[in-house]
């Protein structure tokens, strides 16, 4: 705030004490006067100014006599481009008016005629005159609003929207969406917020209504849930928000007449339910659709909504439409990918001694659905082929990708009768040259039954995890041999096979690095981790070891979807 200029410069007065030069001086006015500076500033005021305003002298010279004094009749902070007196002052002209509002020291509304001219102080900078008096014609002194229904200044404006757009953006789930939205707008714009939302089957739901207990947010599952459909040609505010036609104002009483439809039964329920006095409701509309309505409603907050107050209001809910329609694609591409994973990922064959089982655990993020999988599937020679894999990347494209792979895999390891090692390099070429699939890792093994009753397992390493074997007495080894470079990188380099005989009652772990791999924690951290909880867990039933093993080493952290693929063998050679 400009400070205010000193006696030199503004002829010859003392700032705060009125002078009887030049020829009248303030002190001869016998109703309320200030003198302003080139900048709006107070640089003089007379006694009858002080009790006018219930203001010093000290407290009101160097002040903004706009920022200070001006208020519309609610005691809102009169904006510069709606205030007569600021626009003359520009202008250098005498300009005068009644029925305005000056802000006293002690919190009420003056009502007040004005004059305002160029006034000359004897120095070399221009100053403004401002005379004013009580409006008599105005009604009796009020207090100003509480301060919840005072308006945000522009700069507030500006700030919580860009708030909005960064708080909104940064999720990409609609309910968190939602608790983000009506934890921006209360308490500072509203003490309720409701949000309708229109589901991809037509239907309203009430998804949200929250109460704010001052600085405590306090939702009402008792009023949410479905509504009744939204009527064509409704003149009701929700139903007109609904279609995308209007923002509108609404009250308790709008909804006392005779209801047109069962959503206006809903608002008079709401209304009396909630104590609102004033709302505001404005649509949630995308560039594609309309997705809802937001209502802000005041019932504790004094002072009633206006139009003045739906701008901002609207680019909020315009700000909350393009999140809500972010997270919906989202959660739409999740649940195909998931639905694909679902109907690709296969029924395990039924193997004679053995037991097998898989768990497929997609993300838990709505953004993050990935290429893990698993497969296990007899060959013609009556091996059975083992194989987990994961392609590069965290959406619908990988999850595509990952079933190019996987269906690659099975044809060549059904059409040739090569080890592990070969079958991967003509999947590595073909992945490389006819898929736009980036990079993968994987594990492809044969397993089969030796002459001694024993199982053996050939397998080859394309940058994967290594494999766990767990003894049934609780020894574990990671199967670090047969370990290759991964798939799509182009080097062309011959991959090896590594060979082992599983022991009676052992436990074959495979899986994806989701299962070992959180921020914040090293890979050898991970790999421990699942060692330790393996031994700890191998006595257990199949299912029991495999669910809680997932439970204990896949870390809260965890942005990545799992495959894990277990198998046992028979406790005895050679026995069913």
Not at 414 to 420: A, I, L, N, R, V
Not at 483 to 512: F, M, N, Q
Request: aromatic share 4%; with cysteine; charged share 25%.
């Amino acid at each position: 705030m400009a400070e205010p200029e000193r006696a030199e410069s503004v002829g010859p007065w003392t700032p705060g004490v009125v002078d009887a030069t030049p020829a009248g001086a303030l002190a001869a006015i016998g109703a309320g006067a200030y003198v302003v500076d080139d900048k709006g500033c107070i640089v003089a005021v007379n006694a009858r100014a002080e009790q006018l305003l219930g203001r010093t002298a000290e407290h009101l010279v160097g002040q903004d006599a706009h920022d200070l004094l001006h208020r519309d009749a609610r005691g809102h902070t009169l904006p510069t481009s709606r205030c007569s007196m600021r626009q003359a002052f520009h202008a250098r002209r005498t300009e005068q008016a009644g029925g305005e509002w000056f802000a006293k020291g002690d919190g009420c509304l003056l009502p007040v005629s004005w004059l305002i001219t160029p006034f000359d102080t004897g120095g070399p900078e221009p100053a403004t005159l401002v005379v004013f008096h009580r409006d008599e014609r105005a009604r009796a002194t009020s207090p100003l609003p509480e301060p919840g229904a005072v308006p945000l200044t522009e700069l507030e404006r500006l700030a919580l929207l860009a708030e909005t757009t960064t708080r909104l953006t940064s999720t990409l789930d609609v309910d968190e969406t939602l608790r983000r939205l009506v934890a921006l707008v209360l308490p500072r714009l509203a003490d309720w917020a409701i949000v309708d939302l229109i589901t991809e089957r037509d239907e309203v739901w009430r998804s949200a209504v929250v109460h704010a207990d001052g600085e405590m947010l306090v939702a009402h599952p008792e009023l949410q849930g479905p509504m009744p459909p939204v009527p064509e040609e409704s003149p009701m505010p929700l139903s007109r928000a609904l279609r995308g036609v209007a923002s509108t104002l609404a009250g308790p009483k709008t909804y006392q007449r005779e209801p047109d439809s069962g959503i206006a039964v809903e608002q008079r329920r709401l209304f009396k339910a909630t104590g609102i006095h004033s709302a505001a409701i404005v649509p949630i509309r995308s560039t594609r659709e309309v997705l809802g309505a937001l209502t802000l409603g005041r019932a504790d907050k004094a002072g009633d909504y206006t139009d003045a107050d739906l701008p901002l209001i609207e680019d909020i809910a315009r700000r909350a439409a393009l999140a809500l329609d972010n997270a919906r694609l989202y959660q739409r591409q999740r649940k195909v990918a998931e639905t694909m994973q679902n109907h690709l990922l296969p029924q395990l064959p039924r193997l004679p001694g053995l037991k097998m089982i898989a768990r497929y655990l997609p993300a838990p993020d709505a953004s993050q659905v990935g290429g893990d999988w698993y497969d296990a599937f007899r060959l013609p020679d009556g091996a059975t082929a083992l194989a987990v894999g994961d392609v590069v990347g965290h959406d619908l494209e990988a999850a595509a990708g990952m079933a190019q792979v996987r269906n690659m895999l099975r044809a060549y390891a059904w059409s040739h009768q090569e080890p592990p090692s070969r079958i991967v390099d003509r999947l590595d070429e073909a992945v490389t040259h006819i898929t736009s699939v980036p990079m993968a890792t994987m594990i492809f093994a044969r397993l089969e039954a030796a002459d001694d009753g024993h199982w053996e397992l050939c397998w080859t390493n394309a940058g994967h995890p290594p494999p766990l074997l767990i003894s049934r007495d609780g020894l574990t080894r990671y199967l670090q041999d047969g370990h290759g470079i991964l798939l799509g990188t182009g080097a062309g380099k011959a991959r090896p096979d590594a060979t082992t005989v599983l022991p009676p009652g052992s436990t074959l772990l495979l899986y994806t690095d989701g299962l070992i791999e959180a921020i914040g924690h090293s890979l050898d951290e991970g790999l421990e981790r699942l060692r330790q909880h393996a031994a700890a867990l191998v006595h257990r039933p199949m299912a029991s070891f495999t669910d809680e093993l997932l439970r204990r080493v896949r870390l809260t952290e965890n942005d990545d979807d799992v495959a894990l693929l277990v198998l046992r063998t028979p406790a005895e050679p050679g026995t069913p």
